[in-house]
């Protein structure tokens, strides 16, 4: 359902079938592993199956004497990489580490490292080459959960890594804890020491994975001339371009990189692995080489996100809250970089606060180096602090939405690094939710409960560039660069469909490759529709000044004298109306001044934030654990929505990953660092039948930052949901859970006092 | 005059002050600036020409990449965040 | 994955000479385990033998005494889309409709899912409450054994190097009987057992004193189990909740899981319990709606 009252827009607010939908519905659709070459050969990496080592020797011999084998790949292959920070497109990146993750040189630091690589006829051939592949390796212990990381008698995984201050300082002795962040204000004792009430707890969360259904992939043709061809899922060609120059010390203009069709990325699909690896492969070898991952690769391999641990510390009064004492500690696996400042920056960021202090660790583990998933950073800070608001709300007799609306942030509200919020919608959120049919139904039966949270994201601009070259039958072909994840052929084309007044399916849009279009960040942070829609909108505005020029020429009269609208260019005297439609002007194009092309090409800035504010029914069964969504309702200040349907559907799956992240997903370890459930059998991320219809409200609060008001919709509705189902089962049930899953045998356990 | 809001680790550089008042009317000369009040914090944000790796710019709540000529406002308020990735 | 071959015999006969030629043999049955270790490389072979061509392993009848007989490699699918096999043994349809998804059971056999000898094994507690004996052949003959009997430890089953599981023989029902079958995971689909439990019930000609119950239990022992006890603790008494109880207290006795993954030994013991007493009361529950 929407809020929405009567659209000023003809295209905007529809629900078309997507552009690129027959082709991914009949399979005809090409992925990365779809891609076949002449000549085509596979590799296969091996990987360390030890989670701290030190690499002592690695002898590749018998491996390259195997049948069908016809490249051997070590780091030793790859250029010596400097030990610099660099921005690559999506963050900085540490060139040795970005380098030593695709493939070990010194060091394994996790289980599934990759530390060596072959091509083969056949990928059984690469495999078995790959078990003559002999390591030897100095087994150390590794260091598995991030408080265990920070003790000082730790395993170091670098003897290099001092925590670094934003202040410029280092510590003494060498850490596993790469740095350190605060944000604070006010004096928090004394408004501890004046609180009514108090909830002071520990929250931890488990390290889990995006769960997009496509394993990474990459193919890669060394060309004789020298250039580089790769064909990969990515959210981010230009990214993948970039980080291939600089790992393989590469010219950035001789790599062209094809983004295929992405099978989910979430974030995970913004780091490389493969696709240096299958380009010296190809170089190698003289063949263009394929590279897949397996399930269980991507699980031990990928970019997975923190486990958390955050001790926290909420006192209110009157009312209000007043205090907050927060210690973030966020694994960053086995590089430094976690999500802990997104953490820390937005846990606060729906409420007025006057006296804080949370500090940040970013701690590096045994573990893959995490890589971004859907709000970073957000889902487990936002589980922390919404379910300590939870408790506080029953201490004080609050109903637990009216005490989120009166400490609510608004227009002005200093968020905790200082800055003031432009127009925010928190606050519509919990309103929405407060009148929502959902909330005012009574919640009835035996060990049922019902919860509620809030959530935000900072959302991102960036850069994007399109080109819309429009065809003399009137249509207007848009080329691209954002991947398309979330139905954003259709969000942008929509967006040009709109600015030029034409219908929808007149716009025939394109993701195009790296030699292909000016250069696009990645599709993340919630940017594609914003930004590359700002682009978008830019274009059309091009293609409307170039309709008029021509027109008015004809007519003999100034541009200025003409006016564009609703698909037609129109010059009115007091005389006379004359006409031109956006068809007729096109087919003209050849003798009116040849080709008509728009293009937008821009860094987007006013990237509203986006909220959101959940409500979820749970039935928990109380001799088995296992908790059931009976009813969720996710509420969301979306801007405008283009599509809504899309918009609906971003929430959806957002809220679907926060039901597997609270209920059942976690990397399960044993002792020696191995991951014991990487598999879809084990790592139970929810499916069709384990969730409800989830109700999307959609609160429109156009962003003014955007000609159509569009904020990022994708990651916050995976913010309020872990927090939101803790706070139902402690309504069913009577008891906090303040660690993640709340699975059926943490839940039984606890019931039973069985553990 | 930009307000800039200090972060709180470096908020030992400017004598404990968390906001201060400062004239400029671009990035470039309103952290030269601060950096006379508080020596040592253009250095903590600005390497070589740019913003550092591991910090960002946010000028009126928004964390962009910021050029060193971006044009200040009156009234206009700049801080300094952790660098923030998106999924 | 090692290259292997591939062998499709079209008897018995040629199945045992196959097993006999002195290579490392798998069967391939329904193949929804067997390949996907192969290529995990979990198992190695130097032939596949498919069985899916010899008439006796996918073979199907129900005597005139009820009593049924299923073919080793006989897919799941043909089995509970049968209406009168359904009617008669729905405690069987209850493990057959639940081991994978429906282009799995289209595949995937009983004799395939007890032969891969996984203490979770979803047909295997449902068998052994029907009381189901096994029929394994070799060159040298054929022998028999209750399904209970066939499972020696994780991935590890009865059968000699020369011998082939046949058939699985479900015997008919005793009258005032009713068998029941269920598993308990995380999720609703897609998942495998954290515990499970079959139970059948058998009750006196007046429906008020149990006469015997078969209570057994997957994942909760490096074997599927038959809880002898439940029947000794029960036996003679009315079905009452008090009396499954005691059935639920003697399964939590006996099992001796372990802590991974998929669950903790302290919440598998206390599920043994829960869904034994669960089990006895779907059972229960169908001997009543039969008469």
């Known amino acids: 359902m929407t809020t929405t009252e009567r659209s000023p827009y003809k295209v905007i607010g529809t629900r078309p079938i997507r552009p690129d939908g027959v082709e991914k519905v009949t399979g005809k659709a090409q992925y990365g592993a779809d891609v076949r070459l002449p000549g085509m050969i596979h590799g296969r990496l091996l990987r360390s199956p030890h989670a701290h080592a030190y690499i002592r020797r690695i002898d590749t011999s018998a491996a390259e004497k195997m049948p069908g084998v016809l490249a051997v790949l070590t780091h030793h292959d790859f250029p010596a990489a400097r030990d610099e920070m660099q921005e690559l497109g999506e963050g900085a990146v540490n060139l040795k580490e970005l380098s030593d993750n695709i493939l070990a040189s010194d060091k394994v630091l996790y289980r599934g490292h990759a530390v060596a690589a072959v091509a083969a006829l056949s990928p059984h051939q690469a495999e078995e080459a790959l078990k003559k592949i002999v390591v030897e390796y100095e087994v150390l212990p590794p260091v598995l959960d991030v408080m265990d990381a920070m003790r000082p008698d730790a395993p170091l995984l670098s003897e290099t890594r001092f925590t670094r201050e934003m202040t410029g300082q280092k510590s003494e002795k060498p850490s596993n804890i790469a740095s350190h962040l605060q944000f604070k204000s006010g004096d928090v004792e004394a408004a501890f020491a004046e609180a009514d009430a108090i909830v002071e707890r520990d929250y931890t969360t488990k390290m889990v994975h995006q769960g997009y259904i496509e394993p990474h992939n990459a193919t890669a043709s060394w060309n004789a001339d020298g250039t580089i061809t790769i064909w990969t899922s990515t959210q981010g060609p230009f990214v993948v371009r970039a980080q291939v120059a600089e790992v393989l010390r590469h010219p950035i203009s001789t ?115 995490t890589s971004a998933y859907r709000a970073p950073g957000a889902p487990a800070a936002a589980f922390a602090i919404e379910s300590a608001l939870d408790e506080l709300a029953h201490k004080i007799g609050a109903d637990p939405l009216e005490l989120r609306k009166k400490n609510t942030a608004r227009e002005g509200t200093r968020r905790v690094d200082g800055t003031a919020f432009p127009r925010i919608g928190h606050e519509e959120c919990v309103d929405a939710a407060l009148n929502s049919a959902h909330y005012r139904s009574p919640i009835e039966g035996p060990n049922r409960g019902r ?30 660069g954002s991947t398309d994840i979330g139905g954003t052929r259709a969000s942008l084309a929509m967006q040009l469909a709109e600015t030029l007044g034409l219908p929808f399916d007149v716009i025939r849009p394109t993701v195009a490759d790296t030699d292909s279009v000016g250069y696009n960040d990645v599709t993340g942070g919630s940017r594609t529709t914003f930004a590359s829609g700002m682009a978008v909108h830019e274009a059309g505005l091009d293609i409307q000044r170039q309709m008029r020029e021509r027109a008015a020429k004809g007519w ?42 728009g293009r937008g090409s821009l860094t987007a800035r006013g990237a509203g ?118 706070n139902a089962i402690a309504d069913a049930t009577g008891h906090r859970f303040t660690s993640l899953p709340m699975s059926p045998r943490r839940v039984v356990e606890e019931l039973h006092g069985l553990s | 005059m930009a307000m800039v809001i200090v972060p709180a680790p470096l908020r030992d550089l400017c004598g404990g002050a968390a906001r201060l008042d400062v004239a400029g009317a671009t990035l470039e000369e309103l952290l030269r600036n601060v950096d006379a009040l508080c020596p040592g914090f253009y250095g903590r944000v600005i390497e070589n020409g740019q913003v550092r790796p591991e910090v960002a710019v946010a000028i009126n709540g928004e964390a962009a990449n910021y050029p060193l000529f971006e044009p200040l406002s009156p009234g206009s308020e700049v801080t300094i965040i952790p660098a923030i990735g998106g999924g | 994955m090692e290259a292997f071959d591939y062998l499709a015999p079209h008897s018995l006969l040629e199945a045992y000479a196959a097993l006999g030629n002195g290579r490392r043999s798998l069967m391939l049955a329904g193949g929804t385990d067997v390949i996907v270790q192969l290529r995990e490389d979990r198992r190695h072979c130097d032939q596949l033998i498919d069985l899916k061509h010899i008439p006796e392993m996918m073979s199907m009848k129900l005597t005139p005494e009820g009593r049924l007989e299923i073919g080793a490699a006989k897919p799941l699918a043909e089995i509970y889309e049968d209406g009168e096999i359904a009617r008669r043994f729905p405690a069987l349809i209850d493990s057959a409709t639940i081991i994978g998804g429906t282009a799995i059971q289209s595949r995937a056999s009983f004799g395939g899912n007890l032969c891969n000898a996984s203490p979770a094994a979803d047909s295997a507690p449902a068998l ?142 206390h599920l043994a319990s829960v869904l034994t007493v669960r089990a006895l009361e779907g059972a229960l529950l169908r001997l009543r709606e039969n008469h």
């Open chain 1, 255 to 369: 790599i062209r990189v094809i983004p295929m069709e992405i099978g989910g990325g979430f974030g995970g699909k913004i780091p490389i692995y493969l696709d240096p690896v299958a380009a010296l492969l190809s170089k190698k070898s003289g063949r263009p080489v394929k590279v897949l991952m397996s399930r269980t690769d991507v699980f031990e391999a990928s970019g997975p996100t923190s486990g958390t641990h955050i001790a926290l510390k909420v006192g209110v009064k009157d009312g209000v809250i007043t205090a907050v004492k927060a210690d973030l500690a966020y694994e960053a696996g086995a590089y430094a970089g976690s999500p802990v400042g997104a953490g820390a920056l937005m846990m606060l960021s729906p409420y007025n606060i006057e006296n804080f202090q949370i500090d940040g660790y970013d701690v590096v583990v045994n573990k893959p180096k």
């Open chain 1, 451 to 480: 919860g509620v949270a809030s959530g935000y994201w900072i959302n991102a601009g960036m850069q994007s560039s399109v080109v819309a070259a429009v065809n003399t039958d009137g249509t207007v072909n848009l080329i691209e």
């Open chain 1, 556 to 597: 003999g009269v100034a541009a200025d004298a003409v006016s564009y609208a609703d698909g037609r260019v129109t010059l009115k005297t007091d005389s006379e109306t004359k006409e031109l439609s956006f068809a007729e002007i096109a087919k003209k194009a050849a003798s009116t001044g040849g080709p008509i092309v």
């Open chain 1, 609 to 726: 934030a986006a909220y959101a504010t959940h409500i979820v029914d749970v039935e928990v069964d109380p001799d088995t654990g296992k908790v059931t969504i009976l009813r969720y309702t996710a509420v969301q200040d979306v801007g405008t929505a283009i599509h809504p349907s899309y918009v609906e559907g971003q929430i959806q799956g957002g809220v679907v990953q926060g039901i597997g992240w609270a209920l059942n997903e976690e990397y399960y370890y044993d002792d020696d660092g191995r991951m014991a459930n990487s598999s879809y059998l084990d790592y139970r991320m929810p499916t069709a039948l384990d969730v409800p219809m989830i109700d999307a409200v959609l609160v429109e609060v156009p962003n003014p930052g955007h000609p159509y008001g569009v904020r990022g919709v994708g990651e916050v509705p995976i913010v309020p949901p872990l927090a939101a189902i803790a």
């Open chain 3, 128 to 269: 052994m409450a029907l009381a189901a004996r096994l029929v394994i052949g070799s060159s040298r003959g054929t022998r028999e054994m209750p399904v209970e009997e066939f499972f020696l430890g994780p991935g590890r089953n009865a059968l000699q190097p020369d011998e082939l599981l046949l058939q699985v023989i479900v015997p008919a029902q005793p009258a005032h009987s009713g068998a029941f079958y269920h598993r308990f995971i995380p999720r609703n689909e897609m998942d495998i057992a954290v515990a499970s439990a079959g139970a059948r019930i058998t009750l006196d000609a007046a429906g008020e004193r149990i006469e015997s119950v078969r209570v057994a239990l997957g994942a909760v022992a490096a074997t599927p189990l038959m809880v002898a006890g439940a029947n000794t603790a029960v036996v003679g008494k009315p079905p009452t909740a008090e009396t499954f109880a005691l059935a639920g207290q003697a399964a939590a006795e006996l099992a001796t899981p372990i802590t991974d993954m998929r669950g903790s030994i302290a919440q598998r013991k």
